[in-house]
Each structure stands twice: as structure tokens, then as C-alpha cells.
């Protein structure tokens, strides 16, 4: 669905033809498994819930428009979104896998999909020739930009120009930068995924996932696969991330200038070893991130002078929460090692850097003074 409105407008779901009854400004949460039909041959659009769902339909179409994408597909995870684009292959196709990815999908890729026969090639998609790895077999190279946790940031048009040549999918996860910052469908990708459950949604307080297209077979691949495997989002679930969407431009911008003072002041630290940021100038990524994006969103990586270090702040914080996900208005900070990243094998985490001295900031839009306060106040206990 495109709309020419701008994006703040898309984000507050205008009236998308599915439309109650009683015209309310909040869209209806239709809990319900099934829709009766008044006689043979008729029928509202609708059948059964796991199928659509009005409210479901609803945020599918908000979802398409802030990624101008023709189709949104709503699944019940992220990891669900992700594992209905792996169902898209077949025994025996090969996948060029980024290696610097949120765990749960190195897991997915290496513990099912392989199992399934689906073969992988892990590389560097943000400096490394990613021709060099494609095979006769080659499906898709799978993607995030910037990376999780280590920040890498890949030039998502020049990447799309090869696979198209090649006749391979380009497959991103945006999740980081949500629609907001980053369209990698504009710039050539094939699919996009996005953990709703982070930015989308906005507010830790739900889990869902979204896959979304400009392929009309693609899309009906993947709605076979929504019906047929069953990981639908519910009605109630897809109310709340329509909820939270309403904000997600404000929640971004303040995230985002939060984030900018804070990767700053923590380059000023005697205790930090390295500011992992995209938006700072001296990162690797910046001016594809100035080409590709419209901020840099509001993850940052950290590395201090030890684990003893790591772990006092870890022990410490009373602001911010010690948890994982990311995406929320209040601040997380995520130990990679031992939480979103534990399922990496070691090798790869060595090779990407990930030790136990390194942090994750995804910050929140709390009051700046009070978290450079609290950043403060750890550091020095
Ligand atoms: C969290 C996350 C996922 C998985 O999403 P869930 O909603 O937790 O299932 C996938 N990709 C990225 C980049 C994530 O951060």
C-alpha cells in the first residue's frame, strides 16, 4: 500500500477501507477465531483467524506503508518472520549469511535449516566481495545493516545491484534502524524483516514479527505460510503494535538524539575502549549511513576495560534495565556474550569480536541528563 503522505502521517493508520462499522479512531481488536457468513456463497472477507483477521489486516497495511511495500506479512515473532523466509528454500539451495547477525537467527540458520538440507556460506557483507561466494546454487544473501552487535554497516544498493545480476534474493533485516531511518526495499532488497517486537512496537510489552515485499509471489508464499504453519500475530497483539506505530517517528528522533550525546560521552571515559556507533564520524559505516539512512538509530556497542568492569555495570544499573531486546522507550543494556548472542559459536564470535568486555545500549527517550547520570554513577561505584 503507498500513500503519498509523509511518514509521520502513515504511522497514525488512516482509514485503509477495512473500516468498523461505528467508525472508531482506534482501530477495533477483533477477538475472534471465526466470522459466520449469512448464507452459502457469501462471506465478509474474512473466515478464520488464523488465516486474517481485520485488526491483523489493519496493521499489515500500516506496516506495508512504512516500508512502501505493496504486501506486509504479520507473523507471531521476529524469528517466526525469519523462518517463513527460510521456508521460501529448498533441500540442497545455498544462502550467503552475514557474520554478524542476531543470535537467534545464527541459531535457526545452523540448528534447523540446515537439518532441512539448506546450505550456508557465512561472509562479511560489508567489506568483503560477496560475488566471490555465490554458487549455481545460490538463493539469497541475508543480511542486517547495521549489524548486531558489532555495527557493521553494508551499502545496501551496491549489494542489490550484484544479486539482481545474479538472479538472487536480497534479503535485510532492518529491525535496527526500523522504517523510520532505513527502506532497504527502496534501495534494491527483495525482502525486508522486521522484529516488531523492538522499534514497531515500541514498548517491551509484545512479541511479533513482519516480512514485507514487492513480489507477488513472494507474498504468496509467504501468506501459504502464515496460514499453513499457523505463527499468525493475534488480534490483540496486532492492536498493540498498531498502538504503538502512532509514536514510532517521535520515539525514534528522541532515541536517536539520546543516543547521539551518549555514544559522546562514553568516547570520553578513560574506562571505554572503543565507541561502536554509526553515528559517530570515525565509524567505518558512516557515510553509507548518510547515503542508505535517515539517522543512525539508537544501538550502541561498548567495550570497557574488562569483564570485571562489564560486570559491575551489569550489577549496577537502577535507570536502565539489564535485560535483552532493544527497541523500547526505556533503556536496556544487554550483555551480547551471554544473552542475545549465546548461541553464536565461538569461533564466530571471536572472529567478530564479541567478548566479554563488550555492551549493548539500546537507548530509550528518557530525560539525556539523567542517563549520561546513570552512566556516570556506575562507572564510578
Ligand atoms: C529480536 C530480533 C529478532 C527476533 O525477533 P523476535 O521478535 O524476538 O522473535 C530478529 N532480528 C533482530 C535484528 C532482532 O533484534
Redesign the pocket.
Known sequence: MKWDVSFETKCQGMDLGIQDQYHAISFPIYQTATFSRSRLGEESGFDYTRQTNPTRSQLESVVAGLENAEEAVAFS??????SAVMHLFAPGDHVIMDMD??G??VRLFNQVCKKYGIEFSTADCSSEDISAYIRENTKAVYL?TPT?PMMHVTDIEKLAELTRSRGVLLIV?N??LSPYFQNPLDLGADIV??????YIAGHHDT???FVMTNDRDIADKLRLNVTTIGACLSPFDSWLILRGIRTLAVRMDRAESNAIRIAEHLKQSPHVKKVIYPGLKEHPGYDIMKKQARGFGAMITFEVESREFAEKILNNVQLFYFA????GTETLITYPITQ?HAAVPKELLEKNGINDSLLRLSVGIEGVEDLIGELDRVFSI
Do not use: P, Q, R, W
Open positions: 515473532s521476529g524469528m517466526a518472520a525469519v547477525l542476531y537467534g537467527s542486517e548486531n533485516d529491525t535496527f524483516i522486521h522484529s516488531g517486537t523492538k512479541i511479533g514479527g535483552e531486546s532493544l527497541g542475545t
